[in-house]
Every structure is written in structure tokens, then in C-alpha cells.
């Protein structure tokens, strides 16, 4: 299965267009949202091409290939004008036969684990930064799961770009909103 990973999005109907491009161009079975779809939040600036019906009418478009999870930013009143469910904060997903736990990362995260006892990825957003590196539970041993976060469509923070990930045949591969792989990595 490829899986096409994004977060971040705020509102910003430019980068949706431009992330929806690269998922018809990666030809990915579907695509998994991390959360803040439509509002930009009190923290972030206005991003460019800031449209929130406008990317709620885009995202609408693929609503039967998306999977999404909950941010910080978004809200019930989100719900209504979104065609896929956006209220869980979190979801596990078996892909390449290894078990995926999605969230936010407002919620769940590095900073307070969810149960990973089956789950060997820990896919989060909300920080902006792309990163992966191993992280451990008490009582789970050495490594518990890898952390890991495609970093921001929209609003990149701590010098990253706009980016995206996939997950295909046991890699993460990091990508610009234009489609340049920075990044790749096994799990």
C-alpha cells in the first residue's frame, strides 16, 4: 500500500491544491491528514491563499481516499462542512505489516505516549518540523516505536519547507509541496 501523509494544512487553499496534485501525481491508495485542516490558530500567522471553504471544498473532492485525525485547531463547526470524519484524535493503521498509531501529537505524542505496546510508528503533526528518531515506553524495552512527523503544508517552522510523506514498502520518504524527495528512511 502506498500512503500519502500531511499535516498542517491551515486553511490554505494554495498548498491544498498543490498537495492534492502531488497525491493524483504520486498515485497513493489514499491519504492520511494529521490534523489542522482549515484553521490557521491563534499561533500561526495567516498562511498564503488562506480560503478555508475553499480547501474544505477541495479536500471534499477526495473525501472518499482520506483518513484524517483531529489538530488542536480543528472543531466540530469543521465537521460540518467536511465530507470524511475529523473528530478522532487518533488512529491505528496496519500498513506494510507494522502497526502505525496517527494523532495530532496535541493530544499524543513524544511528549505523553499513547499505548505502544503493538505499534512500531508513532505519526504525528502539529509541530511544524519534520523528524524521526526512536522513542521508548516504560516497561517497553529499548525502543518502543519511531516518532515520526511529515513536518507542515502550509506553515513550516525551524527552517524546514512544505512537505509531505509517504509510506511505501517499509520506507518514509520526506517530499516538497513540489515533489523533491529530501529524506528517506526505513522502519
Given at each position: 500500500m ?9 486553511g ?5 491544491r498543490?498537495?492534492?496534485e ?6 497513493a ?6 490534523g ?9 500567522a495567516?498562511?498564503?491563499g488562506?480560503?478555508t471553504?475553499?480547501?474544505a471544498?477541495l ?10 485525525v ?9 465537521q ?18 507494522k502497526?502505525?498509531?496517527a ?7 513524544p511528549h ?16 511544524h518540523?519534520?523528524?524521526?528518531y ?6 517497553a ?23 509531505y510523506m509517504?509510506i511505501?514498502?517499509g ?17
Amino acid at each position: 500500500m502506498k500512503l500519502m501523509i500531511a499535516s498542517d494544512i491551515h486553511g490554505s487553499a494554495e498548498c491544498c491544491r498543490k498537495l492534492l496534485e502531488r497525491f493524483d501525481e504520486e498515485k497513493a491508495e489514499r491519504l492520511l491528514l494529521l490534523g489542522d485542516l482549515l484553521y490557521h490558530g491563534t499561533r500561526n500567522a495567516l498562511p498564503g491563499g488562506y480560503d478555508t471553504l475553499e480547501a474544505a471544498e477541495l479536500l471534499n473532492g477526495y473525501a472518499d481516499s482520506i483518513m484524517a485525525v483531529r489538530g488542536n485547531c480543528d472543531s466540530e463547526v469543521d465537521q460540518t462542512v467536511l465530507d470524511f470524519p475529523i473528530t478522532s484524535d487518533y488512529l491505528y493503521l496496519p500498513i506494510d505489516g507494522k502497526m502505525i498509531f496517527a494523532t495530532h501529537g496535541h493530544v499524543y505524542g513524544p511528549h505523553r505516549l499513547p499505548p505502544l505496546s503493538s505499534c512500531e510508528l508513532l505519526l504525528c503533526g502539529h509541530t511544524h518540523v519534520p523528524d524521526y528518531y526512536p522513542i521508548s515506553s516504560p516497561g517497553a524495552g529499548d525502543t518502543a516505536c519511531f516518532y515520526c512527523n511529515p513536518g507542515s503544508v502550509s506553515i513550516p517552522k525551524g527552517g524546514s519547507v512544505r512537505s509531505y510523506m509517504i509510506i511505501e514498502d517499509g520506507k518514509l520518504i520526506w517530499k516538497t509541496l513540489e515533489g523533491e524527495v529530501y529524506r528517506t528512511e526505513r522502519f
